[in-house]
């Protein structure tokens, strides 16, 4: 077995969560076609430089990409994490730079979250993990957009915890907002412009590196470090899936 590929374990995990095929129709070995796309997200070749073994990388393409739009790999996703117990909610964000090839788009034409900062044209990812640093929450936005903009759009959704972010996120809305979630509590120090400022437990604020080392796994699969994919549902779904990839480790590992 390729070092890309699922274990028995992690295939255990995964097959519940994919679609099956309609009555009377026979589908290519989905264990082999998901395989194939971890191997291109993590070495990030071309979807036509796919080994052989993996079948023909036109059935790999087309999977990835019709159950992208059909969202099926960030639901995924979502299962696996619904493991979490989530008392803890460490938020961030990280810039990928968009290579030439996703990086085309019609003038007024629809927006694939593209945009620019100061390294070009990029994506910002947009993550929340929970206390042992596994992803529960995945956005995605332009280069540029504001993190405190996007942060309640991470958070509604997740039950009430413990929030911590660093200063890109110091908004009295924000931290009104996840008080306001019933028990909810944020963490987030002022920037130094403010004039009352708030204090954060040294402790407490250190665990933000989970969060930076998540970055770091996620940026290992390196379709993800640097974004190919033209589409943002297709970015978003391969986003989604080398996050799914972090959480199975993480439960074949464990104890």
């Not at 070009?120 to 956005?139: E, F, M, Y």
């Not at 390196?222 to 972090?246: C, D, G, M, P, W």
Request: proline share 6%; aromatic share 8%.
């Amino acid at each position: 077995m390729a070092r890309y590929d699922l274990s028995d374990e992690e295939w255990q995990l995964v097959e519940p969560l994919l679609p099956r095929p309609g009555k009377g129709r026979r589908r290519v070995d989905d264990r082999r076609v998901t395989n194939g796309i971890f191997y291109v997200l993590r070495t990030g070749a071309p979807w036509r430089d796919l080994p052989e073994r993996y079948g023909p990388y036109t059935t790999v393409y087309n999977r990835f990409n019709r159950w992208a739009k059909r969202g099926i790999w960030l639901k995924v996703f979502e299962e696996l994490a619904r493991r979490s117990p989530q008392s803890l909610q460490l938020i961030d964000s990280s810039i990928v730079r968009a290579h030439q090839h996703a990086a085309g788009r019609k003038k007024g034409g629809e927006d694939h979250a593209i945009g620019r900062s100061r390294g070009g044209l990029s994506t910002k990812i947009h993550a929340v993990v929970d206390q042992d640093g596994l992803p529960v929450r995945l956005h995605i936005t332009a280069g540029q957009a504001s993190d405190k903009t996007v942060a309640p759009l991470l958070l509604d959704e997740l039950p009430p915890g413990i929030v911590v972010a660093d200063r890109g996120y110091d908004s009295l809305a924000l931290v009104e907002r996840v008080a306001a979630r019933g028990g909810g509590e944020a963490h987030i120090p002022t920037q130094s412009r403010v004039r009352l400022q708030r204090s954060v437990p040294p402790d407490l604020y250190r665990r933000r590196n989970l969060v930076e080392r998540y970055f770091c796994k996620l940026k290992q699969f390196r379709r993800i470090a640097t974004r190919f994919e033209k589409h943002a549902v297709n970015f978003l779904a391969a986003v989604a899936l080398a996050s799914a990839r972090i959480w199975l480790r993480s439960i074949e590992s464990a104890p």
